[in-house]
């Protein structure tokens, strides 16, 4: 079965950096375009990154622009998000999902790693 796994998060002072990864399973990983999403309670859902599958090309949430890095490794299995200089508004579960429109259309999800900025 499709498995994604999320793990990096953690507690931060603000100004902090944390690099998440999600590491999935039961999948051909490079046909899949890749995206992290972040959750807080009593907040709508989310798009911070997304990687292609194709040309690797990136995009960005506004508000993580020039802060955060999304990128993938093939090899492994594996998408990463690089986060800098981190505010406490962006505490939140960060989830892992895998996308591809090919052929048929296909969506997973990982159960989220929790990231708490506090001072």
């Known amino acids: 079965q499709v498995q994604l796994v999320e793990s990096g998060g953690g507690l931060v002072q603000p100004g902090g950096a944390l690099r998440l990864s999600c590491t999935a399973s039961?999948?051909?990983?490079?046909?899949?375009?890749m995206r992290w999403y972040r959750q807080a309670p009593g907040k709508e859902r989310e798009l911070v990154a997304t990687i292609t599958s194709t040309t690797g090309s990136t995009n960005y949430a506004d508000s993580v622009k020039g802060r955060f890095t999304i990128s993938r490794d093939n090899a492994k299995n594996t998408v990463y998000l690089q986060m800098n200089s981190l505010k406490i508004e962006e505490t939140a579960v960060y989830l892992c999902n895998a996308l591809r429109i090919t052929f048929s259309r296909s969506s997973y999800w990982g159960q989220g790693t929790q990231v708490t900025v506090s001072s």
């Open positions: 039961g999948v051909t990983f490079s046909t899949y375009s």
